[in-house]
């Protein structure tokens, strides 16, 4: 049996830099045709010129012959200037803007310490029509981590999305039945992307015989209650919802540590481990709506040509890619996925 799709794109994904670049890029490029670049590198993303740059370093490290198409984001702070973003967005350098609370996650240092701070960049945003993609939890230490996203919708979402109704919204990697009721009732400028981990994995995960590194992302995954909500909504074809892998690679040595580093390494069988999911569900008819239709839909991008093809066959997940302190530990290493990704 084959499925073959419209050519996907990935709507949230790390790509890092560097060595990392080189070596992470070619299994996105594999699968997908264009992905929206997280800026939070080290230094951030801030500037158009940057992401230019960050664009041209992503090229060089494609496999060649690949046609794979960065989409550049820009890193907001509380010193982030509405003209400065507007300018980026009209001479094609970014986008979309990527709203970090400050320490929330990764080389968030730099984020946005108070959403009142970027309020003029939000109404230039808003009229210009440029995605706000969101990080949607709240920083606050007294906050317990797995009630971060449904506060932060009651006390910086809700009340943002009051004062600039018509601004694009990505709720990036949704991962509770809030975040899910939150996106249904907001308007059409409201979308949400939704990773592999978030579909598959519950709490329990990060604790199954042992304190389980490789489970751990931010936002952390939460009980089995919200991740059927959040699979319900993205199997379900509402076009609010869509594919956004969060790909967020570290190495062994920094995950595996006193002070483990969040993100799953999810783009070498990225389809893979989504079409499980549609199929578990009974709805493989609806993955090209999620992987393929819906993101560009919302972004007003062109639909891809071309196809992609996975065959129902075993694929193996590796047990680790690479060696000693560089290597990475894929998502679901050395389970088997019922589908193979072909080309
Ligand atoms: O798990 C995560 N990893 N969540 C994020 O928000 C950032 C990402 C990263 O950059 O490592
Ligand atoms: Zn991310």
Redesign the pocket.
Known sequence: MQLTIRRPDDWHL?L?DGAMLERVAPYTARQFKRAII?P?LSPPVTTAQAARDYKSRIMAALPEGSDFEPLMTAYLTDETLPEQIATGHADGSWVAAKL?PAG?????ALGVTDIANIRAVLAEMEKIGMVLCV?GEVTDPAIDVFDREAVFIDKVLIPTLADFPGLKVVF??ITTKDGVDFVMAAGENVAATVTPQHLMLNRNALFESGLRPHA????VVKREEHRLAVREAATSGNPKFFLGT?S???PMSGKVSDCG????FNAPYALEAYAQVFEEEGVLDRLEGFASEHGPAFYDLPLNEGTVTLSRAPTLVEDVIGEGADALTPFLAGQTLGWHFTE
């Open positions: 790390h890092r997280m939070n970090y929330a996650t990764t080389n968030s990080h990036e990697h751990y992302c931010l936002p969060d967020a690679p570290h580093c969040a993100g799953i």
